[in-house]
């Protein structure tokens, strides 16, 4: 058996205290115990005496109650009995301010009465009265809580009178019916006498009096209610058929919660009480503190700091604490770890860290550029900090550590990984920053648990493209790089949260990025040309830096916006807005309706716009439905030259009756045309579709469409410019899928409307267009007014 020594009121193993008596003479201070594990079992044993005798003692009060189970459900009655008494004491105003506090309480607490219900309602019901009451609590807010308060105090100020005609004997009658030993006959013998008191004339009465005040004060289906109703038209016949079946259901109770709790005791009768917890004393986490000192367990030292010691080297012996677990030796002077180093089998943590000067770019403290090779034989290592050390390499074998969970290696001088770093299988977080690493190993991408990625500041040029192997990563930070391409792999990394690319040599982001379900994006200082229009459809993005990058003169204060007008641009620029060039008498014949409302469910295409020319100022690509009403028609062949003046890309949609050599007129060819086929219409609109595809991705043809939505609701709802294009705008409307719905209930009226317009000789057209724009007017409002009450709703 060891020798056991003690070092100041601690009991150590001999060497271990000899240990810290020569780090004692060293330092010329004593090295004080931050815990004494073994103390504190001691601790626990006397806290479990004092337990388990409060165990024995609770065991005992049980054993008692399960002479008598029904005990605690009759205390139970007992008090909510008490509490009606109290509030049968009120006055009407204090009953109205005892409900007021209780509504507006629940108002804190919905969260708690919706996962009440959530149990309630299987077992009891939709219709019972408490799940109801609990449900009306849920929609109150504080006006609907006082005013509920008010009625409730009016209402029960006339129950509690009520209550008064037969409480004495319902309450004997409650005594029995948790009386374990009560018969059929008893139970019998006192309901008769309870339902004989509310069948005579005088409590009839006053029930009939309470019934009619409750239904005009809280409503006919009130749960409140639901209690007294049966009880209405009692007489001396009903009442002896009741007290039969009420004394029968209540020796029923009774037999069976006397099995159950038969069934419960001898469960309770096998139950020991807890064992003490001092085994899993070790598996807390060592807290060394912050400064010097130990903690020991088990007679043996298991944590040890030497914070800030202006140790050189390491005290003689440390190597031998085969049961050290934690070391700290942070802001130190040491240059070298010990070659036997490795002998620390035990080790969990060990923090080395140095500090780095600004002003000559050399750590100060600690400055070890190198591990021993017995550095690789700690295989219980979790936790590696070795911060600001001028380290030079890793071992080869470094990835033997396989126990590691976090590795910080930031501000040393690393130029590369050793090929072994991917035998890391359980890092989680790996700490990189301002190294000299130029180069990723390939097998850098078989961590596939690591969460957070910090490889900032280094020399990368290139991202692996086996990156999307890091399934479990939610931060990388990948800035202050030279790296000039990501690859498309990384929208495969569906954890990440927070990538940081700033300060690279990006010259584009690939598309695949958006893929992604980030909050934090920094690409500030890059060598982006355009903004990457693409992200705006990354609904989880909270926080984007773009600046610093050679956009346009526009481009560069956009990106100095915050990250919702960012986005609000980007959306708008990613977008094409499509101009639809037609007559009124084509809609139909041409299912031009269902072509925009088919292309407006794309989200490349921002809005299919109406045909004026006011619009061109924002119109990406123009597509002229050739018929011979178009092309012979003035205004829109106006459109149409006034839009490819301005450089817009026309293309022509060829209609049923016209030939390709007709549209020479309009200056359109078929070399870029698309013909209307009614017999496969969705073959039609998909040629069209893919026409905007590759016209998006092969023109800069975006616009700025901040002004767009305001236009398009100008145009829809305000007095139109011409009868044909209002008629245009109507047409595409009635083909939305809110208004086919809307219509056909309002058809009746909309066509009385209009034809009493139509024949109208004090107004003409003016009249007509006035009218019908406050008619749809009146449609959008009603059309705001629903989104809000769902969205509300839902909220």
């Known amino acids: 058996m060891a020798e056991i020594k003690e070092y100041n009121g601690v009991s150590l193993i001999t060497y271990e205290a000899e240990f810290l008596e020569a780090l004692e003479r060293n330092f010329q201070k004593e090295i004080p115990c931050i815990e004494n594990r073994d103390k504190v079992k001691e601790e626990l044993a006397k806290q479990y005496e004092k337990i388990h005798a409060a165990q024995?003692?609770?065991?005992?009060?049980?054993?008692?109650?399960?002479?008598?189970?029904?005990?605690?459900?009759?205390?139970?009655?007992?008090?909510?009995?008490?509490?009606?008494?109290?509030?049968?004491?009120?006055?009407?105003?204090?009953l109205e301010q005892f409900y007021e506090n209780q509504?507006?309480?629940?108002?804190?607490?919905?969260?708690?009465?919706?996962?009440?219900?959530?149990?309630?309602?299987?077992?009891?019901?939709?219709?019972?009265?408490?799940?109801?009451?609990?449900?009306?609590?849920?929609?109150?807010?504080?006006?609907?809580?006082?005013?509920?308060?008010?009625?409730?105090?009016?209402?029960?100020s006339e129950y509690f009178k009520l209550r008064a005609l037969i409480i004495e004997q319902k309450r004997i009658l409650d005594k029995l019916n948790y009386t374990p030993t009560a018969t059929l006959e008893e139970l019998e013998k006192e309901n008769l006498k309870l339902y004989t008191l509310m069948s005579t004339p005088q409590y009839q009465e006053k029930l009939k009096e309470t019934l009619e005040m409750g239904t005009q004060l809280l409503g006919e289906d009130d749960p409140n209610l639901d209690q007294l109703k049966p009880s209405l038209g009692l007489d001396e016949e009903k009442a002896k058929e009741l007290a039969k079946q009420m004394a029968q259901q209540t020796i029923q109770q009774i037999q069976t919660t006397l099995q159950q709790y038969g069934g419960f005791q001898a469960q309770q009768q096998s139950i020991q009480p807890s064992q003490p917890q001092e085994q899993n004393l070790?598996?807390?986490?060592?807290?060394?503190?912050?400064?010097?000192?130990f903690v020991s367990e088990n007679n043996h030292i298991i944590g040890l700091n030497l914070f800030n010691e202006e140790l050189i080297t390491l005290p003689e012996g440390i190597c031998n604490l085969?049961?050290?677990?934690?070391?700290h030796v942070l802001w130190n002077k040491l240059e070298e770890l010990p070659e036997n180093f490795g002998n620390l089998t035990a080790l969990e943590e060990l923090d080395i860290d140095g500090t780095w000067s600004t002003n000559d770019n050399k750590p100060l403290g600690n400055e070890?550029?190198?591990?021993?090779?017995?550095?690789?034989?700690?295989?219980?290592?979790?936790?590696?900090?070795?911060?600001?050390?001028?380290?030079?390499?890793?071992?080869?074998?470094?990835?033997?550590?396989?126990?590691?969970?976090?590795?910080?290696?930031?501000?040393?001088?690393?130029?590369?990984?050793?090929?072994?770093?991917?035998?890391?299988?359980?890092?989680?977080?790996?700490?990189l920053r301002s190294n000299r690493i130029s180069n990723i190993p390939l097998s850098f991408c078989n961590l596939e648990k690591i969460k957070e990625l910090d490889l900032a500041y280094n020399k990368i040029e290139k991202i692996p493209a086996c990156i999307d192997q890091l399934k479990s990563i939610k931060t990388l930070l990948l800035g202050g790089n030279n790296i000039t391409e990501i690859p498309s792999t990384i929208s495969n990394l569906g954890s990440l949260d927070i990538l940081w690319l700033e300060k690279n040599q990006l010259s584009h982001i690939p598309e695949e990025i958006s893929k992604l379900n980030l909050n934090k994006l920094d690409l500030r200082d890059n060598q982006l040309s355009?903004?990457?229009?693409?992200?705006?459809?990354?609904?989880?993005?909270?926080?984007?830096?773009?600046?610093?990058?050679?956009?346009?003169?526009?481009?560069?204060?956009?990106?100095?916006?915050?990250?919702?007008?960012?986005?609000?641009?980007?959306?708008?620029?990613?977008?094409?807005?499509?101009?639809?060039?037609?007559?009124?008498?084509?809609?139909?014949?041409?299912?031009?309706?269902?072509?925009?409302?088919?292309?407006?469910?794309?989200?490349?295409?921002?809005?299919?716009?109406?045909?004026?020319?006011?619009?061109?100022?924002?119109?990406?690509?123009?597509?002229?439905?050739?018929?011979?009403?178009?092309?012979?028609?003035?205004?829109?062949?106006?459109?149409?030259?006034?839009?490819?003046?301005?450089?817009?890309?026309?293309?022509?949609?060829?209609?049923?009756d016209v030939g390709w050599g007709d549209l020479a007129v309009v200056d359109l060819s078929r070399e870029l045309g698309h013909e209307y086929t009614p017999d496969d219409f969705e073959g039609f609109c998909e040629n069209v579709y893919s026409y905007v595809q590759q016209l998006k991705r092969s023109h800069n043809i975006f616009k700025d469409k901040t002004l767009l939505l305001q236009k398009k609701e100008e145009a829809e709802i305000g007095e139109p410019s011409s009868f044909g294009t209002f008629k245009a705008e109507l047409n595409r409307i009635f083909h939305e899928h809110e208004?086919?719905?809307?219509?056909?209930?309002?058809?009746?009226?909309?066509?009385?409307?209009?034809?009493?317009?139509?024949?109208?000789?004090?107004?003409?057209?003016?009249?007509?267009?006035?009218?019908?724009?406050?008619?749809?007017?009146?449609?959008?409002?009603?059309?705001?007014?629903?989104?809000?009450?769902l969205g509300g709703g839902q909220q």
């Open 56 to 94: 024995q003692a609770q065991a005992q009060a049980v054993q008692a109650q399960m002479q008598n189970p029904l005990a605690a459900q009759y205390q139970q009655v007992q008090a909510y009995e008490a509490q009606l008494d109290q509030q049968a004491a009120m006055s009407i105003e204090q």
């Open 282 to 293: 070790s598996d807390k986490p060592i807290d060394v503190g912050n400064y010097l000192g």
């Open 530 to 656: 355009i903004l990457p229009y693409f992200i705006w459809t990354m609904e989880s993005l909270r926080d984007l830096k773009i600046e610093g990058n050679p956009f346009s003169e526009d481009e560069q204060e956009v990106a100095q916006r915050d990250t919702g007008a960012i986005l609000d641009y980007c959306r708008q620029r990613a977008s094409i807005a499509v101009m639809i060039i037609y007559t009124e008498q084509d809609g139909e014949a041409h299912r031009i309706p269902e072509l925009i409302e088919y292309l407006e469910q794309k989200s490349e295409i921002f809005a299919v716009i109406l045909p004026t020319e006011p619009n061109l100022e924002v119109t990406d690509l123009i597509l002229f439905f050739a018929t011979s009403g178009s092309v012979n028609s003035e205004e829109m062949v106006k459109i149409l030259r006034a839009g490819k003046e301005q450089g817009i890309q026309a293309v022509p949609l060829k209609g049923l």
């Open 368 to 431: 070890i550029s190198q591990l021993p090779e017995s550095f690789c034989e700690l295989k219980n290592l979790k936790i590696f900090n070795c911060e600001a050390n001028g380290l030079l390499s890793l071992p080869d074998n470094f990835g033997q550590l396989t126990s590691l969970r976090k590795l910080k290696l930031t501000q040393n001088r690393l130029s590369k990984l050793p090929e072994s770093i991917g035998g890391l299988i359980n890092v989680e977080k790996f700490y």
């Open 322 to 327: 085969s049961h050290l677990k934690v070391l």
């Open 739 to 789: 208004m086919k719905e809307f219509f056909e209930k309002n058809k009746t009226g909309l066509t009385s409307i209009c034809n009493n317009l139509l024949s109208s000789k004090g107004g003409g057209d003016g009249l007509f267009l006035t009218q019908l724009s406050g008619y749809l007017i009146g449609f959008k409002q009603q059309k705001e007014a629903m989104k809000q009450y």
């Open 103 to 156: 509504y507006l309480a629940s108002l804190a607490n919905k969260s708690q009465i919706q996962m009440q219900l959530q149990y309630m309602i299987p077992s009891l019901g939709e219709n019972h009265p408490t799940v109801k009451q609990y449900k009306e609590m849920l929609e109150m807010d504080e006006e609907k809580a006082k005013s509920k308060a008010k009625v409730m105090a009016k209402y029960f």
